[in-house]
């Protein structure tokens, strides 16, 4: 092998901008990776949606972007840049795309891959990037890593010889990677006694990072002044507005505390399906006034409001099959020693410490979220030396999940191997 590595990242999230909703991670870890090898030349080939018009390909300065098209007429690929599984949750009709996403990622994986100038394939995550990429790899002699997230390979549980896929594609990959146990125990559910010793030692447990830049005090000013949050004590959540967010629980919560505490304000950054259904909650309990959504938001105002925050809120729920990976939200928050409550159901409840770096409650349970947030709220209202130790121990927390550490250890734990 030369002294450079070629790499082609295959993905279904991919933002076409600074401004897109999209989650950035997948974009965001071909940057770091980069930054911290240079010797990397990283391709990125995701899907064209109808959400937004990008060129067939681009060039970036750490990374080049392939953009297949999967569906037509092209205005109805609408399967891809809001999440494939709110999509068909959203529009069943959505599922008649599926087969044409599976055979174009195959093809635009494959075509990349037979020039012969790559020297792996990295997948972002098993469904249906692990699949399309484990056929192409296999034609043409690549070697394949990938991650799993969430529950990206639990989904092909009810099809036939599912288990033969899974743990194949497993046993082809040179490594894998996944950011938490109950991650892992999705795709573990596939294998037996007799194959799961052979999974497990490709596996590194590596979760995606984050990078927060340092948020002026005047950004943080600014969206107090702009929304309105002058000596508000501030609850804070971003994400996607969809059911396993589990942010009906959290207003639900946010009405009872508010009845005790007018001083307090929801703040639910992000968009989804399930808003008008959120704000028409808020409403009939009687908290809309006190209750914020922003849709979603990027850049100054995003940061400012996570720096107004006065808790961050990560009430996730699972919902069939369908589960958090490690959510950034965690991970930013985190970074800047800001107080987290979240769910056992998010995978942060894996790395943090109930008391010492963040306040852990019962997934879909109203009544331990309250007192979760209270617990968190009548920390930051007590002794300074005590809320001094709390935010070293949160950041302290937060400096593991920096780019800069996990683009290493993602490194390692994948790119490293075909070396």
């Known amino acids: 092998m030369s002294d450079r590595t070629n790499v082609l990242f295959t993905t279904s999230t991919m933002p076409s901008s600074d401004t897109d909703p999209v989650p950035a991670f997948v974009r965001d870890e071909a940057i770091w990776m980069k930054k911290c090898y240079p010797e990397l030349d990283i391709t990125i080939l995701a899907p064209h949606n109808a959400y937004n018009s990008v060129p067939e390909y681009a060039k970036h300065t750490h990374y080049d972007e392939y953009r297949f098209h999967y569906f037509w007429p092209f205005r109805f690929e609408k399967l891809t840049g809001k999440g494939i599984q709110p999509a068909l949750k959203k529009h069943k009709w959505l599922y008649i795309e599926l087969p044409g996403l599976f055979i174009a990622e195959f093809f635009a994986t494959w075509k990349l891959l037979r020039r012969g100038t790559y020297d792996v394939v990295y997948a972002h995550w098993f469904t249906p990037q692990a699949i399309t990429a484990a056929l192409a790899a296999k034609l043409t002699n690549t070697p394949l890593v990938f991650d799993t997230q969430a529950s990206d390979a639990i ?39 007799s ?76 968009d989804g399906q399930m808003k008008d259904e959120l704000v028409t909650l808020a409403d009939s309990l009687n908290v809309t006034d006190s209750v914020l959504f922003t849709g979603f938001l990027t850049g100054k105002e995003r940061y400012g409001l996570l720096g107004a925050a006065t808790v961050c809120v990560i009430p996730s729920i699972n919902v069939g099959d369908q589960s958090e990976g490690l959510p950034v939200v965690f991970m930013e928050a985190a970074s800047i020693g800001k107080p987290v409550v979240l769910s056992n159901a998010t995978g942060a409840h894996e790395v943090a410490t109930d008391g010492k770096d963040a306040f852990i409650v019962t997934a879909g349970d109203t009544k331990s979220l309250t007192e979760g947030i209270t617990r968190a709220l009548r920390l930051l209202a007590s002794d300074a030396n005590k809320v001094s130790r709390f935010t070293k121990n949160v950041m302290a927390l937060g400096e593991t999940f920096q780019w800069e550490s996990i683009a290493r250890r993602r490194y390692k734990a994948l790119i490293e191997r075909i070396r």
Request: hydrophobic share 45%.
């Open 155 to 193: 989904v092909l549980k009810k099809l036939p010889l599912a288990r033969k896929l899974v743990v194949g594609i497993c046993r082809q990959a040179v490594a894998y990677t996944a950011p938490s146990q109950q991650t892992l125990d999705k795709l573990l559910y596939f294998t037996d006694d």
């Open 195 to 270: 194959n799961r010793a052979d999974v497990l030692s490709k596996l590194s447990m590596v979760p995606y990072g984050t990078s927060v830049p340092s948020i002026p005090r005047s950004d943080i000013t600014a969206v107090v002044k702009k929304y309105k949050l002058q000596d508000k004590k501030i609850l804070y959540f971003i994400g996607r507005l969809v059911d396993r967010k589990g942010v009906d629980f959290l207003i639900k919560s946010f009405a009872e505390l508010y009845a005790k505490d007018p001083s307090l304000h929801l703040v639910i950054v992000g």
